[in-house]
T-cell receptor, first 113, second 112 residues
């Protein structure tokens, strides 16, 4: 399968702990996106990268959130000092620069207890 | 502010019926996508439309992009239980950036 892959698929953590999610985009795609989705809502944009450069961050991305794409391939999203409100599905997506369409991974579910 | 309004929010129909769901906005989009999402999974792309007035067909699904590129509809003919899922529309205002704004979706249930 050469689609977008995310790891882990599910994570349960205690409030205050740090968590990290990984995303491997489609190999020829240089754009990578992170979205967050809560129950009953559509995905909300968090941030995106063009190769290794982080080009835009949503105001939803508080200081506790950090995303990296050090070599322009895979990306990580770290959440520090998790709060119950962080519980959501974190979706990664990728796109080629000239294309119209972004392709999503299967998501990483986070539950903060 | 929700830029994309989807309606209806929930729809429950019998197998074999036809249905239409809508995606409306006051903003113009350079492209619009429709996705289907199953519980616990990521959205799966169904179609991308880019030209005002464009109509695309995917088997029993017909997608239309409004002339002004502000709205879209998805029509399903002879719905089947396998069509059950959350249908999301997403619009991009800057194709180069590719960042999309999503609606909150229409949850479709097709009963056998």
């Amino acid at each position: 399968d050469t689609g977008v892959s995310q790891d882990p698929r599910h994570k349960i953590t205690k409030r205050g702990q740090n968590v990290t999610f990984r995303c491997d985009p489609i190999s020829e795609h240089n754009r990578l996106y992170w979205y967050r989705q809560t129950l009953g809502q559509g995905p909300e944009f968090l941030t995106y990268f063009q190769n290794e450069a982080q080009l835009e961050k949503s105001r939803l991305l508080s200081d506790r959130f950090s995303a990296e794409r050090p070599k322009g391939s895979f990306s990580t999203l770290e959440i520090q000092r998790t709060e119950q409100g962080d519980s959501a599905m974190y979706l990664c997506a990728s796109k080629s620069t000239g294309g119209n369409t972004i392709y999503f991974g299967e998501g990483s579910w986070l539950t903060v207890v | 502010t929700q830029l994309l309004e989807q309606s209806p929010q929930f729809l429950s129909i019998q197998e074999g019926e036809n249905l239409t769901v809508y995606c409306n906005s006051s903003s113009v989009f350079s492209s619009l996508q429709w996705y289907r999402q199953e519980p616990g999974e990521g959205p799966v792309l169904l179609v991308t439309v880019v030209t005002g007035g464009e109509v695309k067909k995917l088997k029993r699904l017909t997608f239309q992009f409004g002339d002004a590129r502000k709205d879209s509809s998805l029509h399903i003919t002879a719905a089947q239980p396998g069509d059950t899922g959350l249908y999301l529309c997403a619009g991009a205002r800057d194709t180069n950036a590719g960042k999309s704004t999503f609606g909150d979706g229409t949850t479709l249930t097709v009963k056998p």
